[in-house]
């Protein structure tokens, strides 16, 4: 079964690093992973994605394993803005490129 | 500016009367994509669409038809509605191995009374 799993929350303080750890052990070669954010009632937005090793943008770092049956999102000094759902994404194509979203990780950033 | 643009934004229609949302990008993308998004489910697949006339089901299909007549148009139909399809609902496309992403739309607030 092509799926995704996350951690349902984490909660965070401002400045802190925050990394979120999606397992997808059914990934096949050619499969992207890709990181979504999204705020209350707003389609998800794009943030990072990768295929392997290590990608890095001006917001966020992901870390993929070589076995790359899992992937790490790190937010860098996160700010209260950051509150959100981050999605991990694979299209597997083992399952006819259906999108597969995990059920989400909520962030909460404190002050 | 590359979007996926959806519209309605917000509806609210009675059982049994037939609708379409209508969802069109401008980044000529082959794929296109469905989801319903309900509080403790996360977002599910409804159709997908790799290409113009080709559509695939995804994990909720029932009570949905699509079609992909053009490239850039994915319209999502509900040929009779029922107070369990109210939902957010969400258009999605991408090139077909989903390299630089998904690009979502705003989304359309459905509600069936």
């Known amino acids: 079964l092509a799926k995704t799993t996350q951690p349902i929350s984490m909660d965070s303080y401002e400045g802190q690093e925050v990394n979120i750890t999606c397992s997808h052990n059914n990934i096949a070669t050619n499969d992207y992973i890709t990181w979504y954010q999204q705020f209350p009632s707003q389609g998800p937005r794009f943030i990072i994605q990768g295929y392997k090793t290590k990608v890095t943008n001006e917001v966020a770092s992901l870390f993929i394993p070589a076995d790359r049956k899992s992937s790490t999102l790190s937010l860098p000094r996160v700010s209260l803005s950051d509150t959100a759902v981050y999605y991990c994404l694979v299209a597997f194509k083992a399952a006819g490129n259906k999108l597969t979203f995990g059920g989400g990780t909520r962030v909460l950033v404190k002050p | 500016e590359a979007q996926v643009t959806q519209n309605p934004r917000y509806l609210i229609t009675v059982t049994g009367k037939k609708l379409t949302v209508t969802c069109s990008q401008n980044?000529?993308?082959?794929?296109m994509s469905w989801y319903r998004q309900d509080p403790g489910l996360g977002l599910r697949q409804i159709y997908y669409s790799m290409n113009v006339e080709v559509t695939d089901k995804g994990d909720v299909p029932e009570g949905y038809k699509v079609s992909r007549k053009e490239k850039r148009n994915f319209p999502l139909i509900l040929e009779s509605p029922s107070p369990n399809q109210t939902s957010l609902y969400f258009c999605?496309?991408?090139?077909?191995?989903?390299?630089?992403?998904?690009?979502f739309g705003s989304g359309t607030r459905l509600t069936v009374v």
């Open positions: 999605a496309s991408s090139l077909p191995d989903g390299r630089g992403g998904y690009t």
């Open positions: 980044m000529n993308h082959e794929y």
